[in-house]
């Protein structure tokens, strides 16, 4: 275990914002996590996987950041499936590149996405009509409240849109995830229109595991979704804000403030609910792509995402994000939310 004192957490996270942790942990193995954790007893802990999901505001956090860096993949063929077992510290989309290659399908539209596999089913991540829930088996954490490793079955982990049981609990750290995949080098059926017509597929038709990789790829960077030094829209924590999901009432009152001739884009969700793009609405509120506020602004390629155009603080984010919502809640009587973790103190 590797112990570190006033450790910058603007350089861990993608957004490059934020204050210091007064002690780092860096546990690299299941071992170590117990004794980091007997170690920081009785202060506030903060686990920290890639930082690309995290917006830590400008005091930085004042207790032990815990950064899990377990290694570790292994992969056992069961019939025409396969158990993949990955530490909390594998990097997804190296995880991703690597069962790609294996020719197993069920993660390849997850392609690109930036971060370590133990934050994969916190927020359920999910692109391009894939999310973790569709093929995760079992995800061992760590019971801080006993100490012991518990198993969680995929019914017990409360799955849903950008969430879990896991999301914003302090019990449990994700230390292993382990996914079932399908034996083949053809991907699921391709649900999402956008990735469908770039493939030149029909949605519900499948393709090769290589080329969606490739596909997802190249659609994310054209968003600044993909982390890259030369690209500052990519300075951000993904989307900003969750895709409101709401009620066939809520769905009427707020096309009916949709101008005539306008259609705004809607997506089927479960329970007969509908999901409505935060992207769309943001930009309709006349929040469009490339409006900056000093040193932040909103990516000049997706209004999802909020970057930090440089030497940006945290409070100067979260009053554009503010300023967002009130724009957005004015305009269409919706309230956006947050979706990335946000930690620490002003
Ligand atoms: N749109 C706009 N303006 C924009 C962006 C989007 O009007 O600037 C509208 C368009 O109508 C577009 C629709 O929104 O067709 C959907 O946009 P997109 O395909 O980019 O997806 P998204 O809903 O904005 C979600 C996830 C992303 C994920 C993509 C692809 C959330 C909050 N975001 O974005 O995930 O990569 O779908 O599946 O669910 C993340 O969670 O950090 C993230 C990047």
């Given at each position: 275990m590797f112990v570190t004192h006033d450790v910058s957490l603007a350089a861990r996270t993608t957004l490059g914002l934020g204050g210091s942790a007064r002690r780092l942990l860096r546990v690299e193995a299941l071992g170590d996590l117990q004794e980091a954790l007997a170690l920081a007893a009785g202060e506030p802990v903060l686990v920290l996987g890639g930082g690309s999901n995290l917006v830590v505001r400008d005091g930085g956090f004042a207790g032990t950041v815990i950064e899990m860096a377990i290694p570790g993949v292994t992969i056992t063929a069961d019939g025409d499936t396969a158990i993949v077992s990955a530490f909390a510290g594998v990097e997804w989309d190296a995880l991703v590149a690597q069962l790609v290659d294996a020719g197993l399908a069920g993660v390849e539209s997850m392609s690109g996405i930036p971060g370590r596999v133990g934050a994969t089913p916190m927020q359920n991540v999910g692109a391009y009509g894939q999310e973790v829930a569709d093929t995760i088996e079992l995800v061992r954490v760590l019971?801080?409240?006993?100490g012991e490793i518990e198993r969680f079955e995929p019914a017990d982990c409360g799955f849903a849109y950008r969430t879990?049981?896991?999301?914003?609990?302090?019990?449990w750290i994700v230390v292993e995830v382990r996914f079932r995949l399908r034996r083949s080098t053809l991907s699921a059926p391709i649900r999402y229109p956008e990735l469908a017509r770039a493939l030149g597929v029909a949605p519900g038709e499948g393709a090769p595991l290589a080329e969606v990789r490739r596909t997802v790829i190249e659609l994310r960077r054209g968003k600044g979704m993909v982390v890259d030094a030369d690209d500052p829209d990519s300075r951000s924590a993904g989307s900003f804000f969750m895709n409101p999901i709401v009620d066939a009432p809520m769905l009427a009152a707020i096309e009916a403030r949709v101008p005539a001739g306008v259609t705004m884009p809607t997506f089927p969700a479960p329970a007969g609910h509908t999901k409505l793009s935060a992207g769309w609405l943001i930009e309709r509120a006349g929040?469009?792509?490339?409006?900056?506020?000093g040193r932040v602004g909103i990516s000049s390629k997706h209004a999802l995402a909020l970057i930090n155009r440089g030497g940006a603080t945290t409070t100067e984010l979260l009053a554009l994000a503010r300023e967002i919502q009130d724009g957005v809640r004015a305009r269409f009587g919706v309230d956006l939310v947050p979706e990335p973790v946000i930690v620490g103190a002003d």
């Open positions: 019971d801080r409240q006993t879990s049981v896991f999301k914003g609990s302090a019990q929040f469009v792509k490339g409006t900056t506020r």
